[in-house]
């Protein structure tokens, strides 16, 4: 899947690669988690069978191109030396560090998209096993398994969290970093390991008050206005929020979530800018504007809208016509929020949410259509 696509006359003229870049070893995971999911609210598997064949190359891409070296892992190495050597989300030359801050050699194997490809291999076992291929869903499932295991190679024991990396010799980078938190939100790791990067991802040296660091301020390449060294990233923060809800820490959700909404009440708009400056809120009470940070970046403005999803607790079941609620809560600060003319398959739902002695609770629940809402 591309990286990103650019048009303008730099593209036309050939004067840039990015014009149909397709330097990226995360988003042909993350598009198979995207399809899988627009199933559950769409209440059908049309788009699923209509971009079968896509999704299929997908799958083939992660375990075939996307392993270099057929060790299990999916991996990533600059083939154009045009391209960017680093191909994560953190795509900057000195963005996936060991622990003295040198960046590690390709072909490198992030932690996070061994979580991407577990949750879109457990994602598309569960759409195939509905379209009748069960033999094939439990083939996936062994796979997704199997790189789960995998995982256990990226474990450092001091400080007790997830590298970053492995770089070509197969060697550990730093632990000091937000990635991790994405295995979380893949849901890819036990209780005990979720607790220990919540440890980590929750302490003074990653959590800045506004939202998670991308690097830790005790690392030695730590900058907090670097573009994946120090800085925060309302996406990543958010994705972190999640998986930390997915496993029941829910103060550290909304923790993270009002930190959030607190930053964006500082910028224009209330809109989120790419990233901002990791400094400590305690030190400075605005955070501190990256100078060429995208804004508006859709990234960031769909933070917001997702962390408000996981903390109303919806959780949609549109192929069984139900829409769960699970464990509602708000930020403290809210006391009532309203969605209207949500739809689910072919009905709408609107919801009223209210805290009342100290808890947060779905007073009422109006639907139209062929759907039932369900409160656990």
């Known amino acids: 899947m591309l990286h990103e696509l650019r048009v303008g006359e730099p593209a036309t003229l050939g004067e840039t690669p990015f014009a149909r870049y397709y330097g990226s070893v995360d988003a042909t995971p993350l598009f198979l988690c995207l399809l899988c999911r627009h199933a559950d609210w769409s209440g059908n598997l049309d788009l699923f069978r209509e971009l079968r064949a896509p999704a299929e190359a997908a799958l083939e891409w992660i375990d075939r191109y996307g392993d270099l070296d057929g060790d299990g892992l999916v991996e990533y190495r600059r083939r154009s030396p045009l391209g960017l050597e680093t191909q994560g989300w953190k795509d900057s030359a000195d963005g996936v560090p060991d622990a003295l801050g040198e960046p590690l050699a390709a072909p490198v194997a992030l932690v996070e998209v061994q979580g991407y490809a577990i949750r879109a291999k457990r994602m598309m076992a569960r759409m195939l096993e509905l379209d009748g291929e069960g033999a094939r869903a439990e083939r996936l499932r062994d796979e997704a398994a199997g790189l789960e295991a995998q995982l256990e190679r990226f474990w450092v024991a001091d400080p007790g969290g997830y590298a970053i990396g492995l770089d070509r010799d197969k060697r550990p980078g730093s632990a000091l970093t937000s990635n991790q938190g994405h295995l979380l939100w893949a849901n890819a790791v036990s209780d005990e390991r979720a607790r220990r990067i919540r440890d980590v991802l929750m302490s003074d040296d990653m959590f800045s008050g506004w939202g998670v660091r991308t690097l830790a301020q005790s690392h030695p390449a730590h900058n907090p206005i670097g573009y994946h060294t120090g800085s925060v990233w309302p996406h990543d923060s958010a994705l972190i929020a999640l998986g930390l ?47 060429v940070a995208c804004r508006p970046q859709a990234w960031a403005a769909g933070s917001i809208p997702l962390l408000l999803e996981s903390g109303l607790g919806l959780s949609p079941d549109a192929l069984n016509g139900r829409l769960r609620i699970v464990r509602p809560s708000l930020p403290r600060r809210l006391e009532r929020v309203e969605v209207t003319g949500l739809v689910l398959g072919g009905a709408r739902i609107d919801l009223r949410f209210e805290r009342a002695d100290g808890h947060v609770t779905l007073a009422d629940a109006r639907v139209e259509g062929d759907a039932e809402v369900v409160v656990l």
Request: hydrophobic residues 30%.
């Open 245 to 291: 809800r997915r496993y029941g820490y829910d103060e550290d959700f909304t923790t993270i979530f009002e930190g959030l909404l607190e930053a964006a009440s500082r910028f224009g708009d209330y809109r989120l800018p790419e990233l901002f400056g990791g400094f400590a809120r305690e030190e400075l009470d605005e955070p501190v504007r990256y100078p």
